[in-house]
C-alpha cells in the first residue's frame, strides 16, 4: 500500500502529454487509465517516496501506508509550489497537521529546524 | 520483432542519478564538442536514491577538517579494508560538488560566519526535498542528450574492450543498441536480495531505493570485470517499521541508543567495542547482542527532547522519508508516547550491496576506470571507498568524466558486433516468448527466502557459515538455470525479469565473496558464525572476483596505505594494531 488516487480529483493533467505522476514515479508504477484517471499499478511495489503525491497540480494523491506499518487513517497529501513544499497530515482521529519544507533557493538565513 | 534503434555518441552514462546526473554536466561544461549521451530506466526528475530527497550531506568536510582526517575516520570504521588513494581524491572534491549543486537551487542553511550547519564532523544540514528535480533539471539545461526510461541490461564489448550498452525502451519496447568511446556505469547499488524487513504489501517501504536492483553490477559480472568487497554487506540501522533513517534524530537531536530497561547499552555494556565511538556495523552488533542477552528491543531516546525540534524532525523527515514523519507524529499522539514522545525503536534492515556506504562494486583506480578498458564507475556501483553517499557520487561521477573525456578526444567511434546486438536483443525479450513459464515476482520470493535462510539474513541475525553457503550457492544456480523459463507479459513485467535475473547474478558473486573472507571483520555486515574473530595477519586484503562464465574466481589484493597512521578498534584479546606511519 502506497498511494491512492482520488479519481474525483484526478484530471489526468488535462492536456499534458503524460500527468505529472506518471512522469515522476521512480519505479514507473503510475499508469493512467482509459478513463484519464491515473492509478498506480500496484502499491506492493511503492516506496512510499511521494514523489507522486507533491508533483499534483490537484493534490488528487495521498499516501497511505500499509496495516503492518501503521493504523489505517493516518494519511499524507503534499503540494510541491514555487520554492516550498506544504504537507497535510492526518492523524487517525481526523486531525490534521499543517507542515512547509523550504525546497528550492536561499534559505532562510536562521532557519527553524 | 521489436523496433530497433542504434545510437552513437562520445560519451555514454548509463544511469542519471546523483553520480550520472553530474558526470554528465560536467562533460557539458568541460567538452562541449563532445556529445554526451545520458540513459536512465525512469524519469531523472526523481529517479535514485535521491527520489524522496536527503535531509543531509554526510560527506561534507567541516571547517578543521580534511580529506586525511575523513580518510581516518573511514580506516577505522571499515577497520583498514579501504582504497586510500579513492578515499583522498574523492573527499578532496566533496566540498566543491556541494556547492555546485547548490549554486542549481539546493538550500543549505548557514550559520552568521556562514559555515553550513553541521551535523558531525563530515555531516551538515541541507533542505533537501527536490534535490533530484533540481539536479535533473540542471542536466537537462546543461544541454546533455538524455533518454529517459530505457533500461540497459548490458555492455557491448569488442576484444574485451566496452564499446557502448544495450537496453530496452520500459514504455515502448524499443530495443536500443548505443556505442560510445568511452562508458560510465552509474546504476546504483542493489536492494532486495534478501527478505525485506516488512511484509507482502510494505514489502517495499525500505531504506534503499526498490528500483535499484544491481544492474550496473550484474552487467560488469557478465563482461568480467572484477569486483571487490561484495561480502562487507551494508546493513543500518533504521527507526522500526519506517525503516528510515535514524542519523536525523541520533546526530541532530542527539537521542541516545538505549535498551528495554533504559540504560544506554552502548556505553554501559560495549566499552570494548569503542563505547558510543564505536564503528557503525558495531552499533547494530551491540543492539542484536542487547537482545540475545534479554534486554532488548533497543530504541532512540527521545523522552528528553524539545518538543519544538521534534517538529522540525517531522519536517526533515517529510524532505527524505516521508513514512517516518507519519509514523513519528502518530506515535508521539496515540502510542506509547500519549502526547509526548516515547522512545523510537530500531532495528536493522536487509543487507544491501552498496558501494556508497559500504565497500562492494567495481574495482576501480583512482582516475575511476573499471578493469575493462572503455568503462568507467562511480557512485553505488564503485567500490573500495565507502560513505561516499551524495557528494562522494557527485564527485566519482566528474573524475571519472574527466579522464574519459581525454581518452574520448583519442579514440574513433567503434562499430558494434551485429551478432552481440541479435544476442542481446534475444535474451531481453525472451521473457516473452516463454507463454508457461515462471513470473519473476515469484522467482524474488524465492531468491530473497534462500538468501534470507542460507546467506545471513534478517531472520539469522545476519551470521552465517561455510554449511549454509554451500546450500546457497546451489540453490542460486539452479534459479539461474531457470531464467529460460521466466516467463513476463507485459513491458512492466519485462524489467522485472531483468531485475530479477541482476539480483540473482549479484548474489551468485556476493555468495562467493561470503564464503572466501574466513575471518569475521564486520559485525553483522560480514559475520562467519565458523569463523568469529578477526584475523588481521591474514586477511587485511581486499577479496576481489572475477566471473568468466559459471565460475566464480577469487583473487586478493592488498591494501596500500597512504602515509597516515590509523590505530584500529581492539581485536577480542585487547591487541591494539596500527596501520600505516613509521
Known sequence: ?113 | MNDFEELSCDLLVIGGGAAGCVAAIEAREKAPDLDVLLVEKAHIYRSGCLAAGISALNAYLTPGETAESFLRYTIRDTHGIVRDDLVLSMAREVNEQSHRVEKWGLPIPRDENGHPLKRGRASIKILGERIKPIIGKATEASGARILNRVNVTGLASHRGRIIGAFGFHVRTGKFYAIRAKAVLVCTGGTAGLYRPNNPGMAAHRMWYSPFNTGAGFAMGIRAGAEMTSFEFRFIPLRIKDAIAPTGEIAQWLGAKQINAKGEPYLEKYYQHLGGARMTTQDRLYATLQEKAAGRGPCYLDLRNVDPRKLEGTTRAYLSMAPPAAMLLQDEMYYGRGGGSMAPVEITGSEPHVVGGHGLSGYWIDEKRRTTLPGLWAAGDVAGGSPKKYAPGAWAEGVLAMRDMIEVARERKMPELDEEQVLGERDRVFAPFEEKQGTPPRELEERLQKVMDEYAGGISQGYGYSEGELDIAEIHLRRLEQEFPAITASSLHELLHAHELMDRVTVSQTLVAHMAHRKETRWHCYQERLDYPERDDARWSVFVNSVRRGDRIEMVERPVERAALEVVLPPLADGAIIRHGGE
Open chain 1, 1 to 113: 500500500m502506497g498511494v491512492f488516487v482520488d479519481e474525483n480529483v484526478c484530471n489526468g493533467c488535462g492536456i499534458a502529454v503524460e500527468p505529472m505522476c506518471v512522469r515522476d514515479c521512480p519505479g514507473d508504477l503510475m499508469i493512467l487509465k482509459e478513463n484519464r484517471k491515473a492509478m498506480i499499478r500496484d502499491n506492493r511495489e511503492c516506496w512510499d517516496c511521494a514523489a507522486c503525491v507533491k508533483v499534483c497540480p490537484t493534490q488528487a494523491i495521498a499516501m497511505q501506508l500499509p496495516s503492518s506499518v501503521i493504523v489505517r487513517g493516518v494519511r499524507l497529501k503534499g503540494r510541491a509550489i514555487k520554492h516550498k513544499t506544504t504537507w497535510k497530515l492526518r492523524l487517525r482521529d481526523g486531525t490534521e497537521r499543517n507542515y512547509e519544507t523550504p525546497s528550492t533557493g536561499s534559505p532562510p538565513f536562521t532557519p527553524s529546524l
